[in-house]
T-cell receptor, first 113, second 117 residues
Framework: DAGVTQSPTHLIKTRGQQVTLRCSPK?????VSWYQQALGQGPQFIFQ???????QRGNFPDRFSGHQFPNYSSELNVNALLLGDSALYLC????????????FGDGTRLSIL | AQKVTQAQTEISVVEKEDVTLDCVYE???????LFWYKQPPSGELVFLIR??????QNEISGRYSWNFQKSTSSFNFTITASQVVDSAVYFC??????????????FGEGTQLTVNP
């Protein structure tokens, strides 16, 4: 039973570029959440997708956008990258109901030069 | 607004010692959920436990135990007879139980636990 998978594992970009991160949820899960984790800090909620719609959003600028596909997989897009966007981006999946445990992937380490 | 505080940034113990990780939370909701996650060096957050605000029973799972005290807004985590494999960053998290909240998790800053042989 595959868990949450994220790609790529690592990514290096320069300021101003755009990036797309991908996530496949755990089998049977239909809800995907994205978190940003800066070094030495706890994860910060970016947004959550359910039934292909953004259900809720955290305090992140519009440069951060996402999408959920009919197979429940998801993408996180970040435009006009800033140095401060360097972080570990974590995807979590859960089963539709509210407050079900979220299962996390290994994350994508994004470095901005 | 929700907030989770883990005052212990780093804890270092010797193997077989018991260790307690503290978690204090703030929320205006009467119904909420609390979680603990473990993050080993690989980066993946591993789910350990979920507890709802109406269930104040302590829970034990093997060497792990959790003490939820609503009166002090605390949800502490104890590892008994610690092992080197317990070395990781541990996060406490909170979510509100409302449909508009969408189960977003608010995390603390984490506690780095190092268990030395």
């Amino acid at each position: 039973d595959a868990g949450v998978t994220q790609s790529p594992t690592h990514l290096i970009k320069t300021r101003g570029q755009q990036v797309t991160l991908r996530c496949s949820p755990k089998s049977g899960h239909d809800t995907v959440s994205w978190y940003q984790q800066a070094l030495g800090q706890g994860p910060q909620f970016i947004f959550q997708y359910y039934e292909e719609e953004e259900r809720q959003r955290g305090n992140f600028p519009d440069r951060f956008s996402g999408h959920q596909f009919p197979n429940y997989s998801s993408e996180l897009n970040v435009n006009a990258l800033l140095l401060g966007d360097s972080a570990l981006y974590l995807c979590a999946s859960s089963l539709g109901g509210f407050n079900q445990p979220q299962h996390f992937g290994d994350g994508t380490r994004l470095s901005i030069l | 607004a929700q907030k989770v505080t883990q005052a212990q940034t780093e804890i270092s113990v010797v193997e077989k010692e018991d260790v307690t990780l503290d978690c204090v939370y703030e929320t205006r909701d009467t119904t909420y959920y609390l979680f603990w996650y473990k993050q080993p060096p690989s980066g993946e957050l591993v789910f350990l436990i979920r507890r709802n605000s109406f269930d104040e029973q302590n829970e034990i799972s093997g060497r792990y135990s959790w003490n939820f005290q609503k009166s002090t807004s605390s949800f502490n985590f104890t590892i008994t007879a610690s092992q080197v494999v317990d070395s990781a960053v541990y996060f406490c998290a909170l979510s509100e139980a409302t449909k508009t909240s969408g189960s977003r998790l608010t995390f603390g800053e984490g506690t780095q636990l190092t268990v030395n042989p």
